[in-house]
């Protein structure tokens, strides 16, 4: 899959600056992001579907400015950090689209089919750079989507279910992808002009000032009314959002968008993991393969030098 104009990787996204730990950060905010669905049930009985997403991304904000902060006053002089560019405001907004549609893809659907179409945001991801940026996507990364694809229709897919009264959720869980791919293209686009620390900060105030107005249209529950509750709102506001989008943004600035989106399949095995460890789910040796198999898709995608 190619076109003949090859865009030049740019500096962040050559394999040889610093693949390890870039991919080590993609992999822990993966993690991070996984175990969301968690902390949203146990907030559910406290705050609406909407209510819970906007305090998720608003609670993070003053952990994101004090990062922020400290990473400028360390970093070296010259270092760019343009405020507010047109790239960070629509990776805020893209964010705020993945999350208002997989809340309505949730309510609309079974959690395994919302799950399911969520992780397909890396196919977006390569669609859009291929057909829309006109830019190389190399037969490696196409061979690691089409396993990591496999393996999350192998990890969710015996919990799918084909009923024509669900099929508006569905495509919410599709629009839930298309945003994701748009945030991970954006994010990638932002690192060239600012570090990780504000691009997920300023973001961060886009999605949050965007998803209070969506909290206050739609939702009767907006403020927490129990410590448990609030407990989990903050933990997957420090845990999924600070510490899941924070790691993806430090990951962006040397991996490609294209590679980096795939870590939407580990946040499926990751979630498949934390429900049968916490929630007593099982665990079958079908999913067990699947999850196996998109570790290995990621893998075959991952970038090489001089690729």
Known sequence: MSQPRTSSPSPQARPEAGFAPAFAAL?????????????VRYASADVGPFASAFWRVFLALPFLYAWMRI????????????????ATVLAGL???????????????????NATFFATTAPFFVVMITWLVLRQRVSSATVLGLVICLLGGAALIGQSLQVDPARILGDLYGVATAFFFGLYFLFVGKARAAAGAARVTFESGVVTSAALLVV???LDGRILPQTWPGLAALVAMALVSHAGGQGLLSVALGRLPPV?????IFLEAVVAALFGWLLMGEALTPVQALGGAAILAGIWTARPRAGG
């Open 71 to 86: 990473a400028e006053a360390r970093a070296p002089a010259g270092s760019p950090r343009r405020s507010f560019p047109a």
């Open 259 to 263: 590679f980096s989106s795939l870590v």
């Open 215 to 217: 909290a206050l249209a």
């Open 27 to 39: 992999c822990l905010g993966a993690a991070a992001m996984g175990i969301s669905p968690i902390f």
């Open 94 to 112: 893209a964010f705020t689209g993945d999350l208002f549609f997989w809340h309505l893809s949730i309510l609309g659907t079974t959690v395994a």
